[in-house]
């Protein structure tokens, strides 16, 4: 209970759509109350029917109604039941799509547009499984509970408005197989899903290693060693789920005890209380069989409940997220042309990091200046340019365009950064609807110069659908120069003063990656370019190479001088050029 | 719903008997617990004594306990024997992942392989449990009834028994009304709901682009037309279950009808017409929980044909043909006229190579991307096997492939990003030499440059490395495994693919120092884009679509004027 109320306290996410759709979710509860509500009618009816009929009236009249009743309820149950059905999926489905645009706008204020793996996609992925997972909760968990509790409480007030005795009865006995041992579930399985979460999560760590370094084991020739390695969180998952079936059938059949005892509770009632003459013992029957179908919702409470420890990590993990949205800066926009990129002494330490990562850096770049950042990977490079783009705030120092701080100029920063990262993005839909993103309202006409202007004509006209052709999941139908190629021409279409190279080459073979740098280079002649590269090819395309050491600039100059008056970049060129 | 392979597990067969035996007592329970509980509601309804029914009540409640204690024991009985069917499956299907090595991962990928030995296996298990017993009950309880209620009266035995095939039927129709509708629709689907994860995963494009939060928007929507596709199909795919619910109650009801103008007319007693209506609900019971149950078996069922879809995968044979082998000076390697197709293409990714390889050499190989460079490495490795069987030699003896657990013990491989294990960086380093010393992994590691390195480290060489642990540079890496070639001296060809090609140039400066001394006294090939390494290449092998176009010494190649100074020209950049 304390967990419950942990969970739900600062909860946005499961009880604001709760009430969000209130009338569906009481339309979705009624049918399916009454769906049990007609099964239970339809036998009690019957019981009463032909225990009325054996007695042989003299006319039909006398079970006219129960006949009719019969059929009422016959077609009812199956009614009701379809259309709860399709009503809890479409609540649920609703629920859905406020969920995703949720998620995604609580991801969107986090994201950076300086990123360097799709790595965080793996964790996008489980955030994905997480809303499915709440979706399961409510067709899973809540909707039967609640539907087995109003059955419940009808039983009781029912029985009890007959007999008090019985109704309390009545009130303990199934009580214990709605309300003690869906608690009880949640207890046991509270603790034993913790522990299969970690076995599975040690199975799961251990076999992707595995599977990743099979060339290695392969090589190696350890099979033996490989195949024990599995063995230990085998067995433990093996003893786990052994015991959670043994726990589920015992569980099945105390539940089906309880509902004997409340059947033979009721038949010792009816025999007291529905002897007094015959017309009332035709009620023995309709009570005696109305008793199976009306607690079948009792059954699966339990289950439906034993799944819960599964939900609430959903639920916490994305109620997590919500938590620490960042101060907002007031924004203003730029008047004047790009004129100026100031950078201004930047330091930068993250908050949970030791020491600086960007160190004291300043430097000016003006409209048209090509610029070359190198250095090894962890440097900082890619910290410099989330600070760039405003991504991060600074510890100290600060980036100003035209004398604005760039902290201020987030609204507009389209307008004034291009980037072309190590692997840009294509969306699942056609390449003209991919280019096209660069500036929304852009022509087909523009969009297709765009195309021509960086080499694609030919292939993309040459393919069946031409512009029409879908790029497929993350631009899979291209190659990887392709997309390059398709990326720069959206950033042709936004014509941004400054564009951001981000290592645009590192998967390239040296052929394509040198005709890349000759495309972009000559489209983007007149831009101010910012270019992170981790080797030399095409430097000549720069007039200011800077390298970077441990958050600080070390060597710098034009590629030109440095050649002339650093033996350690001659060096670095003549191994880059094969000379050496 | 059912895979045939079902009954060829082992051990199915008898198991199968026995639990029919048990559900067949099972059945027995059920119709004498409806008996004793119809028997009890007459006694009451003809007004006699409390006494009366205390003999049918007992009857009822052993009955009722014996039917639900016989499913504990159903279950209890068939778990050995699904747990130990999924347990060997999940054995089988690892030695098969490390049998099938690296190529066939690629091909399935990693992740599908995990979830499939992981959750698939969980879910076959679920599978067995449910559909063994569901199909007995189902085939074996209502048929009983049916039998006991022919004995009672013909006549409602009948109109069980017609409608049964009627429900099938419309179950059948509405199913496939449903399937194809659901078909036509399921390509859509995909895509709208991959349009989400899709959206999430290029979101620093669209901030880029500033167009995120007017996304927003867009998925809202997208997921509401997802919603009203999956609702106009759910109207017809649920129907299939209507049409079970609405007969099954709907046959209930009448029988109960027809059962009471009977006893107006005095054509049956009540006691019989009682049992009837009681055992109706329960002659329904088996195909509705079958019904029920469809989706969870679906999915098993789906989970255990892909399982033993992988464990039937033909794998390489003939791993032992070679004969122990020590690579030295004097060995041989013969490719001729290889070819290599993948099972899915028409063209041959490598076509009629021939390679003539004698002791210890530095091999380059360059080409463009796709040029085959480092399929020819893949296959020199063992783990593609050649279009025919009798084109590769070594010293003399011919082998079908390269999978040879004896030439395996000779080499090492060195990708462009060396697989490191969630292990000690010494676990690591000695990952092919399980007896080395802690002085010799010292010394390797010295040789690679990782002794700076190490020094920052908290706990030295016992510092745990990869996945989930301390993360280690690209060169650092390629140093790790740089170190498992020093520390092993008797396996003595080195294939390397595109080792520096992620790396920067400083990096990559540094690490070509220390990886030039593991070159001497190896076999070593080499597949590389960048040109300064062929200056360090005894011979070079030039590739272009999946052709070995040119094949020489450096210089020999230089002076012919061909394909290679043709490349080299392609790669080189303008000069300063």
Do not use: C
């Not at chain 1, 705030?393 to 609204?411: A, F, M, R, W, Y």
């Not at chain 1, 270019?531 to 070390?554: K, P, S, Y």
């Amino acid at each position: 209970m304390k967990n419950l109320r942990k969970t739900f306290a600062n909860d946005t996410w499961v009880m604001p759509y709760l009430r969000k759709y209130k009338g569906l979710l009481i339309l979705v509860l009624f049918l399916g109350f009454m769906t049990f509500f007609s099964g239970g009618a339809l036998m009690f009816n019957s019981g009463y029917l032909i225990s009325e009929a054996a007695r042989q009236p003299s006319s039909i009249i006398y079970i006219y109604v129960p006949v009719v009743l019969a059929r009422a309820f016959g077609i009812a149950r199956p009614v009701f039941r379809y259309v709860e059905r399709l009503t809890s999926h479409n609540w649920v489905l609703r629920i859905v799509s406020d969920f995703r645009k949720k998620l995604y706008q609580t991801v969107e204020q986090k994201a950076s547009a300086i990123q360097r793996s799709h790595q965080t996609g793996d964790i996008l992925s489980i955030l994905a499984d997480d809303i499915e997972h709440i979706e399961n909760l409510y067709l899973r968990t809540v909707f039967p509970m609640v539907i087995g509790w109003l059955l419940y409480i009808f039983v009781v007030i029912g029985v009890g408005s007959l007999n008090w005795v019985v109704g309390i009865l009545m009130l303990l006995l199934l009580g214990i197989i709605t309300i003690v041992m869906p608690l009880a579930s949640v207890a046991t399985n509270g603790v034993r899903e913790f522990k299969q979460h970690q076995i599975q999560h040690e199975f799961y760590t251990n076999l992707t290693d595995e599977v990743l370094g099979l060339g290695d084991w392969l090589i190696s020739g350890r099979y033996n060693d490989f195949i024990d390695l599995q063995k230990k969180p085998i067995k433990e998952i093996a003893a786990l789920r052994k015991q959670d079936h043994y726990f589920q059938w015992w569980r099945s059949f105390f539940v089906q005890f309880i509902i004997l005892l409340t059947t033979l509770v009721l038949l010792i009632w009816s025999a007291n209380q529905f002897t007094a003459t015959k017309s009332l013992a035709n009620w023995v029957a309709a009570f005696a069989l109305a008793i199976f179908p009306a607690v079948s919702p009792f059954v699966n409470m339990s289950q439906g409940a034993s799944e819960w420890p599964v939900y609430r990590r959903s639920i916490e993990r994305v109620n997590a997220l919500d938590s620490g949205t960042g101060k907002t800066v007031e924004q203003t926009s730029l008047t004047e042309p790009f004129k100026e990129l100031a950078i201004n002494d930047l330091t930068f330490k993250y908050s949970d990091g030791e020491r600086n990562v960007v160190k004291h850096i300043s430097m000016d770049i003006h409209p048209g200046e090509k610029v070359a950042l190198l250095g090894p990977s962890g440097t900082g490079k890619s910290t410099f340019l989330k600070l760039i783009v405003g991504d991060l705030t600074p510890t100290d120092g600060q980036v100003l365009v035209n004398d604005k701080n760039i902290l201020n100029l987030q609204d507009v920063r389209s307008s004034l950064f291009g980037i072309l990262d190590q692997q840009p993005y294509l969306f699942d839909t056609t390449v003209m609807n991919n280019v096209r993103l660069g500036n929304v309202n852009a022509t087909d006409q523009q969009v297709k110069d765009a195309i021509a202007a960086v080499g694609l004509k030919d292939l993309i006209e040459s393919l069946p659908d031409k512009y029409d052709t879908q790029v497929q999941e993350a631009g899979k139908r291209f190659s990887g120069g392709e997309r390059q190629r398709l990326s720069l021409a959206r950033i042709l279409l936004q014509d941004a003063p400054i564009i951001i190279l981000d290592e645009p080459t590192v998967s390239l073979d040296p052929i394509t990656e040198k005709k890349l740098l000759d495309k972009v280079f000559e489209l983007l002649h007149d831009k101010t370019i910012i270019w992170v590269t981790h080797h030399l090819a095409g430097i000549a395309h720069v007039d200011q190479v800077r390298f970077m050491e441990n958050g600080e600039f070390d060597m710098q100059g034009t590629p030109q001088e440095l050649y002339k008056s650093q033996a350690r970049f001659r060096q670095l060129y003549d191994l880059d050029r094969g000379r050496v | 719903m059912i895979d045939k392979r079902l009954f060829d597990l082992p051990g199915m067969k008898k198991y199968a008997a026995i639990l029919g035996i048990l559900v067949f007592i099972q059945a027995i329970a059920i119709i004498a617990q409806a008996r004793a509980l119809s028997i009890a509601i007459v006694n009451l309804w003809n007004l006699q004594s409390i006494n009366t029914i205390v003999g049918p009540t007992i009857v009822f409640t052993v009955a009722f306990l014996a039917r639900h204690l016989l499913t504990v024991t159903e279950n209890r009985f068939l778990f050995p024997f699904v747990e130990k069917t999924s347990g060997d499956m999940r054995e089988d299907l690892m030695a098969k992942i490390f049998r099938l090595g690296p190529a066939e991962i690629d091909k399935r990928g990693t992740g599908n392989i995990v979830t499939m030995a992981l959750e698939g296996i969980d879910q076959v298990q679920t599978y067995l449990m449910l559909v063994i017993i569901k199909i007995l009950d189902m085939s074996i309880t209502p048929w009983l009834i049916l039998l006991y209620v022919l004995f009672l009266r013909w006549e409602q035995a009948i109109f069980l028994f017609a409608i049964f095939p009627i429900i099938i039927l419309f179950m059948i129709i509405l199913g496939l009304a449903a399937q194809s509708k659901a078909d036509r629709q399921y390509e859509g689907y995909q895509r709208l709901s991959n349009h989400f994860v899709d959206t999430l995963r290029g979101l620093p494009t669209l901030k880029q682009l500033g167009l995120s939060k007017r996304y927003a928007d867009n998925v809202y929507e997208v997921s509401e037309s997802y919603r009203k596709e999956t609702m106009s199909t759910l109207k017809i795919a649920l129907t299939s279950t209507f049409a079970l619910d609405f007969f099954t109650t709907l046959s209930i009801a009448v029988v109960a009808v027809f059962l009471g103008f009977d006893l107006m007319d005095g054509k049956v007693m009540l006691l019989p017409a009682l049992t009837i209506l009681v055992l109706a609900p329960e002659y329904f019971l088996p195909i509705r929980n079958f019904a029920n149950d469809y989706h969870a078996t679906l999915n098993g069922k789906n989970a255990m044909s892909a399982v033993l879809d992988v464990l039937h995968e033909p794998e390489m044979t003939e791993r032992e043909v070679l004969p122990d082998l020590k690579w030295n000076n004097d060995s041989t390697l013969k490719l001729n006229q290889v070819s290599l197709t993948y099972p899915d293409t028409k063209e041959p990714t490598l076509k009629d190579i021939s390679i003539d390889i004698k002791g210890m050499k530095k091999i380059g190989i360059i080409g463009a991307s796709g040029s085959g460079k480092s399929t020819l490495i893949n296959l020199i490795g063992g783990f593609l096997s050649p279009d025919s069987h009798d084109s590769i030699t070594i010293n003399g003896q011919t082998v079908p492939h390269l999978n040879q657990a004896n030439w395996q013990k000779n080499f090492l491989y060195i990708p462009q990003n060396p697989y490191l294990f969630h292990a000690t960086l010494a676990d690591n380093i000695s990952f092919y030499v399980a007896d080395a010393t802690e002085a010799a992994i010292t010394n390797a590691a010295d040789k690679a440059g990782l002794t700076d390195w190490i020094k920052t480290l908290p706990d030295g060489l016992n510092t745990m490395i990869g996945e989930g642990a301390r993360t280690v540079s690209g060169g650092q890496a390629q140093r790790i495994a740089l170190a498992r070639a020093f520390l092993d001296p008797n396996r003595k060809v080195l294939l390397f693919d595109e080792p520096t090609a992620h790396l920067d140039i400083e990096t990559e400066a540094s690490l070509k120092k220390d990886i030039l001394p593991v070159f001497n006294d190896h076999l070593v090939f080499f597949a590389t884009h960048r040109l300064h390494w062929i200056g360090e290449m005894d011979y070079v092998l030039v590739m272009d679509h999946g052709r070995l176009v040119e094949q020489g010494t450096p210089d020999e190649l230089a002076k012919r004027n061909g394909d290679y100074v043709k490349l080299r020209a392609e790669m080189e950049a303008a000069d300063l």
